[in-house]
């Protein structure tokens, strides 16, 4: 197994505080790594110093395979808002495919469109601006993806994807044989993908193979045996310390070398690991909460002629804890500036929302903190106490939070919104940029909140932690209610498949000793039109799963050569998006 990677020595610090010194380390081919660290600690630096976009402040050795294709998504994808989706990647193509001949950079540009339709952006003369976030996301990463690079560094590539652009490219990362270094927050998504976790801690690189969960279990494995080396060196160092205390002046001379031992042994000994972890005891309180909460009576909310919600009913609930998802662009941001009247002045809205009169509400809005240049961490915070909790310390009171790191800045984001103590509390993608040790924390938090909760998330971890109930957002405006987690209705659309699936491999072996095709029973108040489409729709579906497990068993089989590998990838993708779109309305025609 080739070595893809060498690190040796390599340093990065702001100011007086060290990221990270002298660190090393390995990747092999064929490794698929997740590096989970604090924010802050130094995971972006780290990522940009290995592709080339930074320097390490030691010099030190970074050395890839000769002849490997190397490609780098960045956290933040830099663009033009008033160019066209084609022309945006055409313009960053001349960079990415410097060393591509002619047809080899026609090939490129056929395969970003491939992929870009597997992402379900189809309309490549759409300008960026009209882009939502995830949809700005996927385009960076269908021009990362369609290189087919040998090493693929990874920055956050699941921040602002919806679920469905999540599990095809967690599909994707998963049967490649790309070698792939990345940091994510998902830890579905990493456990799926990932079969080594890199730890950035205190400065120094610690690699664990296996699962998230075992990353958790060798690392307080790793930090028991610490404490306890430790414990031994304190015990020397009492013996040691008689042994100072008892030894004359002028006999000291000899042991010079035990002084100086000593002297070491006190350092090593104040060395005890203790992880600060972020507390939310004091923003735990909520305002209290009278028995209307938000009340929408046949609401309806158009941009132009585009429909976000369509005679939306529903009586927001005390204690309701509900997750809103559906795919990027159907209004889900929509939806919750709606429920806060904030939604621009360009937007048509019919129908009613009445809010209660004690409701308080918590807005944590996706586009992140608003502040001015030259603010710092205490003048958007000014309480020091809670700063000491959300693990901003004395040294960081005076940073400027232009300075900070994203998930630091996100943190310092959610403390001023928890601050206020809402008693309904809305969160647009809270997961982006927070690290899982903080979205563990925040995730215990919601569970015990007294009040209300809408959080718009396609972190389906999180989502199956907190959620009870979700409203699905289908596009043109239908939403639908379930009653249960994501992975309950993820497990409900596939249980519907599979049972489709069935009747229509039964219907197909009945056919021709009946001689007719056995229609399924009539559903209630659906026209014969409407029973027809519900039919095909279940065969269609049916016949796509069918189609999809073939296709993966070929996958899986190895015997593909690389052009039919190619098509039967772009092909599943193709199943997903077609999927999605059948499963939804056959959700709408199996409500009527």
């Given amino acids: 197994m080739a070595s893809y990677l060498q690190i040796e020595n390599i340093s990065k610090s702001y100011g007086p505080k060290v990221l990270f010194e002298n660190i090393g380390f390995n990747i092999n081919e064929g490794d698929k790594i997740a590096l989970v660290a604090p924010n802050g600690a130094g995971k972006t630096s780290l990522m940009r110093i290995l592709a080339g976009k930074d320097k390490s402040d030691s010099g030190g050795k970074i050395l890839f395979l000769k002849d490997i294709l190397i490609a780098f998504l960045e956290q933040d994808y830099d663009y033009d808002p008033q160019a066209s989706i084609i022309s945006q990647i055409e313009a960053h193509s001349a960079d990415l495919t410097s060393g591509f001949d002619a047809e080899r950079r026609a090939e490129y540009l056929q395969k970003v469109r491939e992929t870009l339709s597997n992402f379900r ?5 759409m300008k960026m601006c009209e882009l939502s976030g995830g949809e700005v996301k996927r385009v960076a990463l269908a021009e990362v993806l369609a290189l087919g690079a040998d090493f693929l560094i990874m920055d956050e590539p699941t921040n602002h994807l919806d679920i469905d652009a999540i599990e095809y490219l967690e ?6 044989r790309c070698t792939l270094l990345m940091v994510t927050h998902d830890r579905y998504f990493l456990d799926r993908v990932c079969n080594i976790v890199m730890e950035l801690d205190r400065g120094a690189v610690y690699l664990y193979r296996g699962n998230y969960q075992n990353y958790l279990e060798k690392r307080d494995e790793r930090i028991s045996n610490y404490n306890a080396q430790t414990d031994k060196v304190r015990n020397l160092l009492r013996r040691e310390l008689e042994w100072i205390h008892a030894t004359p002046c002028a006999r000291t001379g000899k042991a010079q070398y035990r002084i100086n031992a000593f002297h070491e042994l006190k350092d090593r000994a104040e060395q005890v690991y203790r992880t600060k ?3 939310l005891d004091e923003v735990q309180s909520s305002s209290r909460l009278g028995t209307k909460i938000i009340d929408c009576k046949d609401l ?8 976000y919600l ?6 927001f609930q ?16 929509t939806f919750i500036n709606l429920m806060t009247d904030s939604l621009d002045s360009s937007a048509r809205v019919t129908g009613e929302i009445e809010r209660g009169a004690s409701l308080n509400i918590g807005y944590y809005r996706q586009s992140g903190i608003e502040f001015k240049p030259g603010e710092t961490v205490l003048d958007i915070v000014g309480d020091t106490r809670l700063l000491e909790q ?13 300075k900070l790191s994203g998930g630091e800045r996100r943190r310092l984001y959610l403390l001023t919104v928890l601050k206020q103590q809402p008693n309904l509390l809305i969160l647009d993608e809270p997961t982006n940029d927070l690290d899982i040790v903080t979205l563990n924390i925040l995730e215990e938090y919601l569970k015990e909140f007294k009040g209300s909760l809408m959080i718009v998330s396609h972190d389906r971890h999180f989502l199956d932690r907190i959620v009870d109930h979700l409203l699905v957002f289908c596009g043109d405006g239908v939403v639908k209610d379930f009653i249960g987690n994501f992975s309950e209705y993820r497990s409900y659309i596939k249980d519907y498949e599979a049972k489709a699936a069935a009747e229509s491999r039964a219907a197909a072996a009945a056919e021709p000793k009946a001689g007719k095709t056995q229609n399924l029973p009539q559903k209630k108040k659906l026209s014969y039109k409407d029973q027809r489409e519900l039919d095909m729709l279940e065969k269609e579906l049916a016949a796509l799963a069918e189609e999809k497990a073939e296709l993966e068993s070929q996958i899986a089989s190895g015997s593909l050569d690389y052009q039919a590998l190619q098509r039967a990838s772009g092909r599943i993708g193709e199943i997903i998006s077609l999927t999605d779109e059948k499963e939804m309305r056959w959700l709408e025609l199996s409500d009527i």
């Fill in 121 to 125: 952006l189809h309309d490549t003369s």
């Fill in 171 to 176: 599909s994707y990362l998963g049967r490649s």
């Fill in 277 to 279: 972890q972020m507390s």
């Fill in 300 to 307: 309806s909310c158009f941009y132009g002629d585009d429909c």
């Fill in 310 to 315: 369509d005679n939306f009913n529903y009586k």
């Fill in 318 to 333: 005390r204690r309701d804890k509900i997750g809103i998802v559906g795919r990027n662009g159907v209004g889900k941001s």
């Fill in 390 to 402: 959300f693990l901003f310390p004395h040294d960081m009171w005076t940073t400027r939070v232009e």
